[in-house]
């Protein structure tokens, strides 16, 4: 069992900022796969960024350009660093961790885009 802590959450105004993290409860270089997915009330949850062991990235056509997914191995953290933010990215955002056939979720942080 793996257990991922995210943080960085908040209310930020349309165009600004935000650094969420997230911290595994064993080495990242274990994990294979590490991901950022969010959810908005009412819709369904969706991929925004991916990484994985070898430094691949994926991103949503949403977030491309604006969002930037990274690991720190020295730290133990995952970082989705968001910029120029939008209204509709307003929503739960959660990590996840998957490694062969098994993968593990957050809690979950709020992100809120508004003036």
């Known amino acids: 069992q793996v257990q991922l802590v995210e943080s960085g959450g908040g209310l930020v105004q349309p165009g600004g900022s935000l650094r969420l993290s997230c911290v595994p409860s064993r080495s990242i270089r274990s994990i294979y796969f590490m991901g950022w997915y969010r959810q908005a009330p009412g819709k369904q949850r969706e991929l925004v960024a991916a990484?994985?062991?070898?430094?691949?990235?994926n991103y949503a056509d949403s977030v491309k350009g604006r969002f930037t997914i990274s690991r720190d191995n020295a730290k133990n953290t995952v970082y989705l660093q968001m910029n120029s933010l939008k209204p509709e990215d307003t929503a739960i955002y959660y990590c996840n961790a998957a490694h062969l056939s098994d993968s593990w979720w957050g809690r979950g942080t709020q992100v809120t885009v508004s003036s």
């Open positions: 990484i994985t062991s070898g430094g691949n990235t």
